[in-house]
């Protein structure tokens, strides 16, 4: 599911459950050493795919260890992500990407409250005017999701759901203004992000990616 909305200069892999013989490295099992079974096995299967993805880009297994802020680091010269919800693990990895973000989350709408929470008001007033079967509150909040992952190794600090408006488009396409200053990219301001949607298998997924110019 998750290669279709990504290009074909990165390398993926997704796993629906948890397959028996995944592992970790010692580093990894040490990281999940006191985890409840839930976060142990999206930890382990989250890696599975991960090595699985690098080995597309003929990469040897590695540990995917968390950095200081929790987010993984990848090896040398690659940059990914990791995403895992109820039912599906995946990862993306490339070399060509300055950045990129993954998220997938059920097909649900969003618990009472939180659409109040992580969207501003013209991003609300903008679902309202959205029909069909989507449940557009809850790809709102996967687009920042994925913002935020394409974000942070870039900036190195966090991005409030109210710094980004994102505009959803019925075409699977959408896109994000920064509200705060962005980093340097090669030599210019970033300003925002683009990215792409998918609603299949009871799953949304959002993804962004930023190449090398």
């Known amino acids: 599911m998750i290669e279709r909305i990504l290009p074909p200069w990165v390398a993926s892999a997704e796993a629906f459950h948890d397959p028996p013989g995944a592992a970790l490295f010692p580093a990894e099992e040490a990281v999940v050493a006191g985890a409840v079974d839930k976060r142990r096995r999206e930890f382990t299967t ?27 680091r990848w090896p040398d010269g690659v940059m990914g992500a990791i995403t895992h919800c109820a039912g599906y693990r995946a990862a993306a990895v490339s070399r060509k990407a300055v950045t990129l973000g993954i998220d997938a989350e059920p097909h649900e709408r969003l618990p009472e409250g939180v659409l109040q929470t992580i969207a501003l008001d013209e991003e609300r ?38 710094e980004a408006h994102i505009t959803l488009d019925p075409s699977g396409v959408f896109t994000a203004r920064l509200l705060v200053p962005g980093p340097q990219v090669a030599g210019r301001r970033l300003t925002g992000f683009t ?19």
């Open 46 to 72: 989250a890696r599975h795919c991960a090595r699985q993805a690098l080995a597309g880009l003929g990469l040897p297994p590695a540990p995917i260890l968390p950095d200081e802020h929790g987010a993984p």
């Open 195 to 213: 990215g792409r949607w998918i609603v299949a298998d009871g799953l949304v997924a959002t993804a962004v990616t930023l190449p090398f110019e």
């Open 125 to 162: 007033a903008a679902l309202a005017r959205l029909g069909g079967r989507i449940h557009w509150d809850r790809l709102l909040f996967s687009a920042k999701e994925s913002v935020y992952k394409a974000w942070f190794p870039l900036a190195r600090r966090w991005l409030g759901f109210e």
